[in-house]
């Protein structure tokens, strides 16, 4: 099979990438995504869609924020929830990645969110279940190494659509740490597909990956020159665990160039919104004003980001069976 995230009807079994996801099932997450909102603000915060299912959280990465908003998200779906403390699981004592998910997967599991600092890691693990579960249990991949983050470019996507409705008419900037973020691939992977006519990729040289022109991104190595007339910036944080090598000259010296300030977001549209997918590091890729600022809808974010996860946990689980 060509793309292990669908099965023979074209249906979703699992979510491991933006790229090779029909702008049609895009939209149909969104879509989705917008139905379960009304449950945040209900007396009782839960819909039976999951009763009686078993969802693991597998995280060989730590991550506060993504495992806690899956987690809210599997429990107002009523789904069982598992967290794998990875640390002192057996994968610390040798155990293969293989041998862990057919444990699991014998343990009754129905999902699995997972987190690797490997590439390509949730794709080997869902091919994996694909020929011994038939495509019965399902995997989200919540993020792995330098390749992708599916939900959090659908949050993404869901919150721009929110703010700006139609994605033909915008200009996006993605500014900062792009050779090292997941985030920055799947935004650009979404965006272009459905049908955002001009994305910028804003940074110092030593932070943008060579092959943006391919995907049909525009670069900017000047931050007033990269916002300037866009309708959505996004905003990433420098990872500095990934570098090798001093990349930058300082923190402050990022900040002077590429930080964003009130001053400099002027450039933008003036009913531009800012985005980060967080933590952000203030005083480094964005000043406070900006990001407590009324153009910033990172806490809401945060927020969509828990029905966007659900909506992707209510079409795997209403898939039919079979690889």
């Known amino acids: 099979?060509?793309?292990?995230?669908?099965?023979?009807?074209?249906?979703?079994?699992?979510?491991?990438?933006?790229?090779?996801?029909?702008?049609?099932?895009?939209?149909r997450i969104l879509d989705t995504a917008e139905s379960f909102l009304s449950v945040t603000d209900r007396e009782v915060k839960q819909?039976?869609?999951?009763?009686?299912?078993?969802?693991?959280n597998v995280f060989f990465e730590n991550s506060t924020r993504t495992r806690t908003t899956f987690e809210i998200a599997a429990k107002r779906l009523s789904a069982d929830v598992v967290n794998l403390n990875i640390g002192s699981s057996s994968t610390s004592k040798g155990e293969s990645l293989i041998d862990t998910i057919d444990n699991l997967a014998a343990m009754s599991a129905d999902m699995f969110v997972m987190r690797h600092s490997e590439s390509g890691a949730p794709t080997?693990?869902?091919?994996?279940?694909?020929?011994?579960?038939?495509?019965?249990?399902?995997?989200i991949n919540a993020g792995d190494?330098?390749?992708?983050?599916?939900?959090?470019?659908?949050?993404d996507m869901y919150t721009i659509r929110h703010y700006k409705q139609d994605f033909t008419k915008l200009r996006v900037a993605i500014v900062g740490d792009i050779l090292h973020s997941r985030v920055a691939r799947s935004d650009i992977h979404a965006l272009t597909t459905l049908g955002c006519p001009e994305v910028r990729a804003v940074g110092p040289n030593t932070l943008l990956p060579s092959h943006l022109d391919n995907m049909g991104v525009r670069v900017y190595h000047d931050l007033v020159e990269g916002i300037k007339d866009c309708d959505v910036i996004i905003m990433l944080r420098l990872q500095k665990e990934r570098m090798t090598g001093a990349l930058i000259p300082s923190a402050q010296?990022?900040?002077?160039?590429?930080?964003?300030?009130?001053?400099?977001?002027?450039?933008?549209?003036?009913?531009?919104?800012?985005?980060?997918p967080?933590?952000?590091?203030?005083?480094?890729?964005?000043?406070?004003?900006?990001?407590?600022?009324?153009?910033?809808?990172?806490?809401?974010?945060?927020?969509?980001?828990?029905?966007?996860?659900?909506?992707?946990m209510s079409i795997l689980a209403s898939s039919s069976k079979g690889a």
């Open 1 to 27: 099979m060509n793309n292990p995230q669908l099965n023979a009807a074209g249906e979703l079994i699992h979510l491991l990438s933006i790229e090779g996801l029909p702008k049609a099932m895009i939209h």
């Open 47 to 56: 819909v039976p869609l999951l009763r009686g299912k078993s969802v693991f």
């Open 124 to 139: 080997f693990m869902a091919q994996h279940l694909n020929r011994t579960s038939g495509g019965t249990i399902h995997v």
């Open 145 to 155: 190494g330098r390749h992708a983050h599916p939900t959090q470019a659908l949050l």
């Open 253 to 276: 010296e990022y900040f002077k160039h590429f930080g964003l300030t009130e001053e400099k977001l002027r450039h933008a549209k003036p009913d531009a919104i800012v985005m980060h």
């Open 278 to 312: 967080g933590p952000m590091n203030r005083g480094v890729e964005i000043d406070s004003a900006v990001a407590d600022g009324p153009q910033s809808v990172i806490l809401n974010q945060v927020t969509f980001g828990i029905a966007v996860r659900m909506a992707v």
